[in-house]
């Protein structure tokens, strides 16, 4: 498993599911705050930031697009521990 590169389909998932440009805009706000923190700490936060493999599959049971408020509200809580 990559953290970062399963970060990174989750983003691009969100930002092509955006229901509107506000919604892109908030994605690609946090995603910037979150690719500063690096590397390191996104894989020793992939569950805190639900990108684990299974969950960026393209099989997975709910889909990241379908549910970006849950997506954002967990990368935000990750971001201020």
């Known amino acids: ?29 946090i995603a910037a705050q979150i690719r500063a923190k690096g590397a390191d700490w ?9 990108i684990t493999d299974a969950e960026v599959s393209e099989y997975a049971e709910f889909p990241i697009e379908d549910n970006y408020r849950f997506y954002l509200e967990r990368w935000q809580l990750a971001l201020i521990k």
């Open 42 to 50: 996104i894989a020793a936060r992939v569950i805190e930031l639900h």
């Open 1 to 29: 498993m990559n953290a970062f590169k399963n970060f990174e389909i989750a983003v691009d998932a969100l930002c092509n599911g955006a229901i509107c440009k506000n919604v892109r805009a908030e994605v690609e706000k």
